[in-house]
């Protein structure tokens, strides 16, 4: 059964503290992405990688930076946690170059206090 | 600026009818575009692709269309059910010249499905 794993279901972290949510996939996919989702506001892009070390910005990725050193591990980081990223955090994955769906991870909660 | 948008006012029907969502998008030219479902506090689930050069595409009691010209998708689910009842998202993927592949999500319709 294939996975997409994030480190943590829910979390709090103090304003300024610096912030990592991690993602594992075991299918071998190229494509990983971070979304956060608001009510009212959807899915949105943060960041994706295509490749180990490669990264490009989302919609939104100011306040966040990523990281992909292993194909299959791609780290979100907010350098500096403020109360309005405050999210359900979402993780992804998918095979790269081919017409294919998202697997997603189950979501970490964030609330930064 | 590219758009995607989904009705945002929940959708209410009776057990049984027809859920018919609607997905429209502007300032793109997706090769193809992509059904989600998702549960509270759960991540989406997808459910079915359409490319560009197929009309229409069933999986069981679903049903999604594709009109390029209107930039538009419908989603239909037949003789729903209260299990039926969730969030369903659109996506659109962007491939992008300098490699990798753009996923790009609706706002999401809320689909509840009364007794």
């Known amino acids: 059964d294939v996975k997409v794993t994030q480190s943590s279901r829910y979390l709090v972290k103090r304003t300024g503290e610096k912030v990592f949510l991690e993602c594992v996939q075991d299918?071998?996919?190229?494509?990983m992405f971070w979304y956060r989702q608001d009510p009212g506001l959807g899915l949105r892009l943060i960041y994706f990688s295509y490749d180990v070390k490669m990264k490009e910005k989302g919609d939104i990725p100011e306040g966040y930076s990523v990281s992909r050193e292993k194909k299959e591990r791609f780290s979100l980081i907010l350098e500096s946690a403020s109360t309005n990223q405050t999210s359900m955090y979402l993780c992804a994955s998918s095979r790269f170059g081919a017409v294919t769906e998202a697997f997603f991870g189950q979501g970490t909660r964030l609330t930064v206090v | 600026s590219q758009k995607i948008e989904q009705n945002s006012e929940a959708l209410n029907i009776q057990e049984g009818k027809t859920a018919t969502l609607t997905c429209n998008y502007t300032?793109?030219?997706?090769?193809?575009l992509q059904w989600y479902r998702q549960d509270p506090g759960r991540g989406p689930v997808f459910l079915l692709l359409i490319r560009e050069n197929e009309k229409e595409k069933r999986k069981e009691r679903l049903k999604v269309t594709f009109d390029t010209t209107l930039k538009q998708s419908l989603f239909h689910i037949t003789a729903s059910q209260p299990a039926d009842s969730a969030t369903y998202l659109c996506a659109l993927e962007l491939g992008l010249t300098g490699g990798g592949n753009k996923l790009t999500f609706g706002t999401g319709t809320q689909l509840k499905v009364e007794l």
């Open positions: 300032n793109y030219s997706p090769a193809y």
């Open positions: 299918m071998d996919h190229e494509n």
